[in-house]
């Protein structure tokens, strides 16, 4: 599976950013999926997850309430809406396919990445 995120940008404080992750080489559908997010001298950290069947969604402390993780199988995509966007949030987004076939949100389940997206919100 190759996954290419895209959307990313620099937005005032308070404003809004669409993530999309458009996922190649095979369906997605079967997959659980998350968004993770590494800004500069941290460490990677979980943003949102989707179940396979975007029936159950997952959301860091952080961002709930400000973002919606969402996915479209037939596109073989996955999106991520960020509302009310914070200096704090400024990172690169990366998506992710888990390999298990239970949802788990952390980087050890995952199987694929991709490139990520730079998401930069200034004061």
């Known amino acids: 599976v190759q996954l290419q995120a895209s959307g990313g940008g620099l937005v005032q404080a308070g404003g809004s950013l669409r993530l999309s992750c458009a996922a190649s080489g095979r369906a997605i559908s079967s997959y659980n999926m998350d968004w993770f997010r590494q800004a500069p001298g941290k460490e990677r950290e979980f943003v949102a997850g989707i179940s396979w069947s975007g029936g159950r969604t997952y959301y860091a402390d952080s961002v709930k309430g400000r973002f919606t993780v969402s996915r479209d199988n037939v596109k073989n995509s996955m999106y991520l809406q960020m509302n009310s966007l914070k200096p704090e949030d400024t990172a690169v987004y990366y998506c992710?396919?888990?390999?298990?076939?239970?949802?788990?949100?952390?980087?050890?389940?995952?199987?694929?990445w991709g490139k990520g997206t730079q998401v930069t919100v200034s004061s």
């Open positions: 992710a396919v888990e390999k298990g076939l239970y949802y788990t949100g952390t980087p050890d389940a995952v199987a694929y």
